[in-house]
């Protein structure tokens, strides 16, 4: 099986990518993140995720940076909590895209870092997914990457590997209110 796996950044993709290159799994990373502002931290993650594939000899296929579109997407629901319906609608942008990019080329399945790190709600993304892979037509594969000593793996390889750790999810939703002010 050949599949994608949408990642939105280094630190929540590194063990699962190390861990998959070393199963041999046949799969390419994808990084659609249109909500992560500013373009330059958007920048930033994209460089790291994209150093992290190339140590562990995986393809990474970086998608347009479109954040007007994810901006009128959340539009009106800045004030809403973490975890909430901007969530939703944000996690269902990212993973329809990565859903059409999979059936249009030749992909079998999708997977995603998206509930790795613990601010994330697991549930809430796996559902999405699910909507998601049955719009398309493809399976979405789910990816446990908390238990059995995985998320310490994970915090060792973020040290080993130095790298980036962002401070924050990747929109700042009070400076979404307006798309056309562009990237501060
Ligand atoms: S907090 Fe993260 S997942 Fe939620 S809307 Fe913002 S960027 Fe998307």
């Not at 199963?23 to 502002?37: G, K, M, Q, T, W």
Request: charged share 25%; proline share 4%.
């Amino acid at each position: 099986m050949r599949f994608l796996l949408l990642s939105c950044c280094a630190p929540c993709s590194c063990a699962v990518i190390k861990e998959l290159a070393k199963s041999a799994a046949d799969f390419a990373v994808l990084f659609y993140n249109p909500n992560i502002r500013p373009q330059a931290e958007y920048q930033k993650r994209c460089e790291e995720n994209r150093r992290v594939c190339r140590l562990f000899g995986v393809p990474f296929i970086e998608l347009e940076y479109d954040n007007h579109r994810w901006c009128e997407a959340v539009a009106g629901l800045e004030d809403l909590p973490e975890r909430g319906e901007r969530c939703s609608i944000c996690f269902g942008l990212r993973l329809r895209r990565a859903f059409e990019y999979a059936a249009a080329n030749g992909y079998d399945a999708v997977a995603s870092v998206l509930g790795v790190s613990r601010y994330k709600d697991l549930a809430q993304v796996n559902r999405i997914a699910h909507q998601e892979a049955e719009r398309a037509g493809l399976p979405y594969l789910e990816i446990e990457a908390r238990k059995g000593g995985r998320q310490e793996a994970r915090m060792r390889l973020i040290k080993e590997l130095n790298l980036y750790n962002q401070t924050y999810c990747g929109c700042r939703p009070h400076k979404v209110v307006s798309p056309s002010l562009g990237d501060n």
